[in-house]
């Protein structure tokens, strides 16, 4: 009898020295399936993948991978190819200087009649093909780093796709994604599974599991909790599997902050990337900033941290002007700004917790050589506790942590400057539901507190769930400010319609 | 009966791994054992390797590329590279012969020529902090420069110094130690110092580790790259000064090429090349190492062209190693 599951990993597990990652693990995929993998930071997906795709292998002597029934090896990312199987990683792996066709052949170039000639022509004819069948408005001959990151994204799947790939690895294929750019991905999946491509759909955003996934695969600890189809499964199932206790409303909020004076008045911002932005900020208040990637939100706050020059405007700090040309200044101010991108903007990767939590208050407790080690402790205890950071001592490299333990140690790097403005940039990305919780009760305890906070982020749920007021962006305009009430789907009606550049009959501006 | 934990204990709990000693025989397990190695192989090898006379002759030696390594080593961890040492050795020590002979005090014509190595250093941090020219560049141009500029003051000749008290600093001894050894004593403390009890040492780390988180921080890049090229340039001429008083003259020549064994030292010693990491613990033995290897060659009657063979396959074996490791703690 023929074997229906064209890729079965069974009883797979993984030691990495002094700690077992996967345990008995198995997974098994049918053509034309979409499979959601999902699971906490650390609970074993990306593990699991990469011995799929033969970056790491698994422990010798248990379980195996078997493809079309028949068990196969894989011991390199080039075993991996050979069976059919790619991985499109979080991060985008294309060259930026190289053109899309130079990016799609790479490795694997055509050549001319005399064979050490690459054959360019040819290449570009076939890449456009390709893009073309994939329905995308792509020139192959632009270079990767002009084209935004969405269309980067559909250049990764494309050179799967060029491999002859039977099964795609997405690893939150979404997380810089706008929503139009995530529709038109959806939609090339749906074609994906049409042609019997399996794909195993790696993401924390529930809402697009649901939409996208047959079936959906739940790790915790190492562990497989189970597989389910995904019709059979609701939010609060999945969020109870992956946890491992009931539902804990992630945004729960017993004492909504009382917003107090305002703090922070941003006059007729103008810049580069920012086109005529004014807005203010309460003591307390949880102002939302949506819209699309791009919009100008992250641009805003940079000019506001004083990371990006202003052409013109004016910024008001507690009544007052402030000239804010550099970061100091705004530190100097008690702004705080942590940036979307934790291991790029934020971190020292190399460098230890402790490092890491204290750089920016060296001030507190270095008087020119005399370092005050008690009081140093102080800081990382304090921060420690409030996030409940997991670590084994303040000594662990900030590298070793989890995606969501990284983020924690970057909010106690800023909160330790005790600011009044606190910037927050995508603050949850990419983090699992237990850091998630655990950020956003920490942003409603400095609201009550006083602190003005702005929240950027990408996530609808997250923006209607958290702010007290939300404005909404559109390239590099203030499209419009919206009161945080009324139900949940009508404000994400009205926010998408701000920032795809619709307008708002009597409200917005 | 203490209930709860004291402030005191949990520090010191915690810092189990902070523990100097422990940490620095931990961090620097791989090149100490090859320190212990080539000791352990020249003290069976040769009769002389292991004579305290000997050992003095070392430590001596090293002194000159221990100072340039120091400074190195702050620049490979902020991120860059200085390649003018030797050529600052080169250009302070014809510098302080000259003045001396041209009746200047020893005193002052040492502090001038250790500002001559600070304005060189300005000079550097200054070009590559506001343009953002890379250092490599930066430091290589310079290189050329500030040596042809020591063959120009001296006509391409060498200086000797009439100054007894001056050339003792270099040649004599103090209760039986070479005096370079003590000056290299005061140094290290001096740089540990400024690395690891002050604000500026920290954010050097912040700065070669991450760039832009570090801007992003409110750390002041431009002003720490500056420093930190100035150091560097000054213990270069605090090097060329001791070097020029041990030859008993300045010479334009000298110094040439020390800018390898610098980087080898600070590599060997576990720094970075990509910046973030390094110690000036780690540096010192990578000093060592270089230094028992020059001397065991040397003892083992090696001709010297060959020993720069080995020196270089040494170099890259280190560099080879700096990035293995370095991909093992990524995984």
New interface residues.
């Given amino acids: 009898m023929a074997n229906q599951y064209f890729m079965e990993m069974q009883q797979i597990c993984k030691t990495f020295p002094g700690a077992k990652v996967l345990n008995n693990v198995e997974l098994r995929l049918k053509a034309g399936e979409v499979r959601a993998l999902m699971g906490e930071n650390g609970a074993g997906k990306s593990t699991l993948i990469k011995i799929l795709g033969g970056i790491y292998s698994k422990d010798q002597g248990c379980g195996c991978i078997k493809i079309n029934g028949k068990e196969v090896e894989i011991n390199s990312v080039h075993d991996a190819k050979a069976h059919g199987i790619s991985i499109i990683h979080q991060e985008i792996s294309l060259a930026e200087n190289m053109t899309v066709a130079d990016n799609l052949f790479m490795g694997e170039e055509l050549l001319k009649k005399v064979r050490c000639f690459v054959d360019d022509k040819e290449m570009i004819n076939k890449a456009q093909q390709v893009i073309d069948s994939m329905g995308m408005d792509i020139d192959v001959r632009t270079k990767v780093g002009d084209l935004s990151i969405a269309k980067q994204q559909m250049v990764e799947i494309c050179r799967a796709l060029m491999y002859d790939s039977k099964l795609i690895v997405m690893d939150e294929p979404t997380s810089s994604l706008t929503q139009t750019e995530i529709e038109q991905l959806f939609i090339q999946i749906e074609k994906l599974k049409k042609n019997g491509i399996a794909i195993i759909y790696i993401s924390h955003r529930m809402d697009e599991i649901f939409r996208i996934a047959d079936s959906i695969t739940v790790l915790r600890d190492g562990e497989l909790i189970g597989t389910d189809l995904a019709a059979s499964l609701d939010r609060d199932k999945l969020i109870a599997m992956m946890v491992g206790r009931e539902l804990m409303e992630v945004y729960k909020n017993d004492e909504k902050p009382e917003p107090g004076d305002e703090c922070l008045v941003v006059k007729k911002f103008e810049n580069k990337y920012l086109k005529d932005v004014s807005f203010s900020l309460r003591r307390g208040e949880i102002l939302g900033f949506a819209g699309l990637v791009g919009a100008g939100r992250t641009e805003l706050a940079r000019a506001i941290f004083g990371i990006d020059k202003v052409d013109s405007g004016e910024i008001f700090i507690e009544g007052e002007r402030a000239i804010i040309r550099r970061p100091q200044d705004a530190i100097a101010r008690r702004i705080a700004y942590i940036p979307e991108n934790r291991k790029l903007e934020g971190l020292f990767l190399t460098n230890n917790i402790r490092y890491n939590v204290s750089i920016s208050v060296l001030d507190k407790f270095i008087k020119l050589i005399g370092v005050n080690k008690k009081t140093e402790q102080g800081i990382l205890d304090e921060h420690q506790g409030s996030l409940s950071i997991r670590m084994t001592s303040g000594e662990q490299k900030v590298q070793q942590l989890s995606g969501g333990n990284q983020q924690k140690v970057l909010v106690a790097k800023w909160l330790a400057t005790d600011p009044q403005i606190l910037i927050l940039d995508e603050p949850t990305r990419g983090i699992d539901v237990g850091a998630k919780a655990a950020i956003y009760q920490l942003i409603y305890t400095l609201a009550r507190q006083g602190v003005a906070i702005m929240l950027i982020s990408s996530e609808m749920e997250e923006i209607i769930n958290m702010s007290t007021r939300i404005v909404v962006m559109h390239e590099g305009e203030k499209a419009g400010e919206l009161e945080n009430k009324g139900t949940s789907e009508t404000m994400q009606e009205k926010i998408m319609l701000l920032a795809s550049g619709g307008k708002i009959n009597g409200e917005g501006n | 009966m203490e209930k709860g934990i004291s402030?005191?204990t949990?520090?010191k709990n915690?810092?189990?791994?902070?523990n100097p000693v422990v940490r620095y025989f931990k961090d620097n397990l791989g090149i100490l054992l090859a320190l212990f190695v080539m000791c352990l192989i020249l003290s069976i090898a040769t009769d002389s390797f292991f004579d305290g006379k000997n050992m003095l002759t070392v430590l001596r030696q090293i002194c000159i590329n221990a100072l340039l390594a120091f400074g190195m080593t702050f620049v490979l961890i902020i991120g860059g590279i200085d390649l003018t040492v030797g050529s600052v050795v080169g250009a302070s020590g014809v510098a302080v012969v000259m003045l001396m002979e041209a009746g200047v005090g020893m005193i002052p014509a040492i502090l001038i020529a250790l500002a001559l190595g600070a304005v060189i250093g300005l000079i550097n941090g200054t070009i590559i902090a506001l343009t953002g020219m890379p250092a490599f560049i930066v430091t290589l141009s310079m290189m050329g420069s500030i040596r042809g500029l020591a063959y120009i003051i001296t006509d391409g000749r060498s200086k000797a110094s009439s100054n007894q008290t001056f050339t003792s600093m270099g040649n004599g001894y103090l209760l039986g130690i070479p005096i370079p050894i003590y000056i290299l004593a005061v140094v290290m403390i001096i740089v540990s110092?400024i690395l690891?009890?002050?604000?500026f040492g920290?954010?050097m780390?912040?700065i070669g580790?991450?760039p832009?988180?570090?801007?992003?921080?409110?750390?002041?890049i431009k002003g720490i790259t500056i420093k930190v090229y100035v150091l560097s340039a000054v213990l270069s001429a605090l090097a060329g000064i001791i070097l020029a008083s041990r030859m008993f003259s300045g010479q334009p020549t000298a110094g040439q090429g020390y800018e390898s064994d610098a980087i080898a030292a600070a590599v060997l010693g576990g720094t970075?090349f990509s910046g973030?990491?390094g110690t000036i613990g780690g540096t010192l033995i990578g000093a060592l190492v270089i230094g028992v290897l020059s001397n065991g060659l040397n003892l083992l009657h090696i001709p010297s062209y060959v020993q720069m063979v080995i020196k270089g396959i040494v170099i890259i074996l280190a560099v080879g190693f700096d990035i293995i490791k370095n991909r093992n703690?990524?995984k």
Avoid: H, L, P, Q
Wanted: aromatic share 12%.
């Fill in positions: 402030s005191e949990r520090i915690s810092n189990i791994y902070a110092i690891y009890k002050t604000k920290r954010r780390y912040a580790g991450n832009t988180a570090a801007k992003y921080t409110g750390i002041n970075s973030g990491i703690n990524r």
